[in-house]
């Protein structure tokens, strides 16, 4: 937690404008004009608005200036890091994977460059690991924790539509684990529909009260919200920004290759500083396969538990798939928790398999943090040495350079 | 046991607190111009400033004029509408044109430079903007709309039975009206809709 805080507070509000790679331009404005207006500004009145809201807190709390702006993401990626430790003691209790999954976590350079900007990705996953927490208390413990799961589920609604199949998912793991356990009746199903589904379309229309204040009624919600749907569908490729879109290529290609892109600050002979999304290549690429082991287990164990974090991983991967509208690489945020987590859990398997784990475990968690230290210094604007760095560098797409 | 009760019915009140807002806060923030008057303005610059000095907010705007055109940055009609959205007066437009401008204006909204396509029906082009939509249709094709609206008319875009069509709407209660905007109007233009709005 003091390394996933240190590399998500170092020098993030020290760059006074907003990052040219980033959405800033446009989440910022969006969340003024919010509080002033209840609408957004450019380019975002089809999605739904909370984290706009919480931007236009942090501003108005901490003023326009970097501190407003990016203080709220910083807070959420430290938070997520805590979350995936939680959500991993819960599903993989007495192994190392809810150590590795946080560990990867906090030191990916992505799930940081992302922390350290406005992007809304992150609340979304944030609210959506609390809404998972609370959910596996509530299967796992058999604590009362359904209304903090119903609350923590309408803000995830209520930041991005990330979470469509995942959210249902969860409920259906619960229903079964119920059922398994001979604690299926009435009063369940009752809890279920005040808590999983009144609570937070109420909280979730709530989020909504600023675009109310314009003297909208709830018919025209529901107009302005098939409108939206309809809004989504119709956007192409082409009318993006496209460099941005090209660099951070193709949901297929997240997993699958080395993708770094973004923008220098400066650069001479030796040195260099830069701001750049790297996509934590050398995890990410064993992330699938890892999965793909959890689910084995999964599978030979009759595990739904061990199932879990590789089915929430292609329940979000396949919107991404089979969605019609285009997507930047930034939407891989939220799967990353998923990916990790079953990281985790494959390597402690492997590692259970020799004779010494805590060895193996040791020896995985010490290559992210040497891969998170060196990284660090390219996604925080930081001066590098250039020859230190040439190898990731010759792989990058400089899309800004000052 | 408790508990749950408790959540329940915590649950039930939030639930119905929140679908009661979502039904009234909107209407209740609506401001109307008061008193109900008609002003007229010599220049699509000037609709801006006369909207916003009657303090209007949360409306739904009839537009009687063609004149929406694709210029944007400039001082149009676009831009004061669009403005005038964003800056919460109307949450709803409705752009009504002459029968005989309706095929300019629906391929002029076509090319239109938008984030979003237009959504188009048999009747009418939906532009779908940040700050709401605006619906363009011809003359013939506008029906009543059943709460109190926000006029702007361009007197000279309309033939005298065209003129005298729109102002029967307004008397005969299907088009309800506080304010109107009379762009380039006579001072018979002026006393219509004014001594139309006293009566109210």
């Known amino acids: ?402 | 046991m408790r508990y749950r009760t408790t959540v329940i019915a915590l649950t039930l009140a939030f639930s119905c607190a929140v679908l009661l807002l979502s039904f009234t806060y909107g209407p209740f923030s609506r401001v109307y111009a008061t008193p109900p008057r008609a002003v007229t303005v010599d220049t699509d610059s000037a609709i801006y400033p006369a909207l916003k000095s009657a303090g209007l907010k949360g409306r739904i705007l009839i537009l009687f004029t063609p004149l929406l055109s694709p210029q944007i940055g400039t001082n149009t009609s676009t831009e004061s509408i669009e403005l005038a959205m964003r800056h919460s007066l109307f949450r709803t437009v409705y752009q009504v044109v002459p029968d005989s401008a309706w095929p300019k204006v629906f391929s002029q909204n076509l090319v239109r430079p938008m984030p979003t396509p237009p959504k188009i029906s048999d009747t009418d082009v939906t532009l779908l903007l940040e700050a709401g939509r605006i619906t363009v249709m011809p003359l013939s094709r506008f029906w009543p709309v059943e709460e109190n609206v926000v006029v702007i008319i361009d007197p000279a875009a309309w033939t005298p039975d065209e003129r005298a069509h729109i102002l029967r709407l307004m008397q005969s209660g299907n088009l309800a009206t506080d304010f109107v905007v009379i762009i380039n109007g006579q001072s018979d233009d002026l006393q219509q809709y004014g001594a139309y709005l006293r009566g109210k």
């Not at chain 1, 404008?17 to 004009?33: C, K, R, V, W």
């Not at chain 1, 208390?137 to 995942?166: C, D, W």
């Not at chain 1, 770094?260 to 030796?270: H, I």
């Not at chain 1, 690429?285 to 538990?305: D, E, F, N, V």
């Open chain 1, 1 to 402: 937690m003091v390394l996933a805080s240190f590399f998500r507070l170092w020098n993030t509000f020290d760059y006074p404008e907003f990052l040219p790679t980033s959405d800033e331009a446009i989440h910022i404005p969006n969340a003024i004009s919010l509080s002033t207006f209840g609408t957004t500004d450019q380019l975002n009145w089809q999605h739904p608005q909370l984290s706009g809201l919480i931007l236009s807190g942090t501003i108005q709390l901490f003023g326009n200036n970097p501190v407003g702006w990016r203080i709220s993401n910083v807070l959420f990626g430290i938070g997520s890091v805590l979350l995936v430790y939680l959500v991993g003691n819960l599903l993989y209790p007495a192994s190392c994977a809810p150590l590795l999954a946080a560990g990867l976590i906090a030191l990916d350079p992505f799930h940081i460059y992302i922390s350290r900007t406005t992007f809304v990705e992150l609340p979304a996953s944030f609210f959506f690991l609390l809404y998972l927490y609370f959910m596996l208390q509530h299967t796992e413990n058999k604590r009362s924790t359904l209304p903090f799961a119903g609350v923590a589920m309408g803000l995830t609604i209520a930041t991005k539509a990330y979470f469509v199949i995942a959210i249902p998912l969860v409920i259906g793991y619960a229903l079964n684990k119920a059922r398994q356990e001979n604690r299926l009746t009435q009063a369940l199903y009752a809890d279920y529909f005040f808590t999983l589904l009144l609570l937070p379309l109420s909280l979730a229309l709530l989020s909504y009260i600023q675009w109310f204040g314009r003297g909208y009624t709830l018919p025209e919600f529901f107009r302005m919200k098939l409108d939206a749907a309809w809004a989504l569908q119709q956007f192409r490729k082409e009318e993006f920004m496209s460099a941005l879109m090209h660099a951070g290529g193709s949901p297929g290609e997240w997993f699958l290759k080395p993708i770094l892109f973004g923008q220098q600050l400066s650069a001479d002979a030796e040195n260099g500083r830069f701001i750049m999304e790297i996509n934590n290549f050398p995890f990410r690429m064993i992330a699938l396969l890892s999965l793909a082991l959890t689910g084995l287990h999964a599978w030979q164990k009759r595990s739904l538990q061990d199932a879990l974090a590789p089915l929430l991983f292609v329940a979000c991967y396949l919107l991404f798939i089979v969605v019609k509208r285009p997507m930047f690489s930034y939407s891989a945020m939220v799967l990353l928790p998923f990916a990790y987590l079953a990281t985790g859990r494959a390597v402690s398997l492997l590692a259970g398999k020799i004779q010494k784990p805590a060895l193996a475990c040791g020896c995985f968690l010490s290559c992210v943090i040497l891969w998170g230290v060196y990284t660090f210094p390219l996604v925080a604007g930081q001066q590098v040495p250039l020859y230190l760095y040439r190898p990731i560098l010759a792989m990058a797409k400089i899309i800004g350079a000052n």
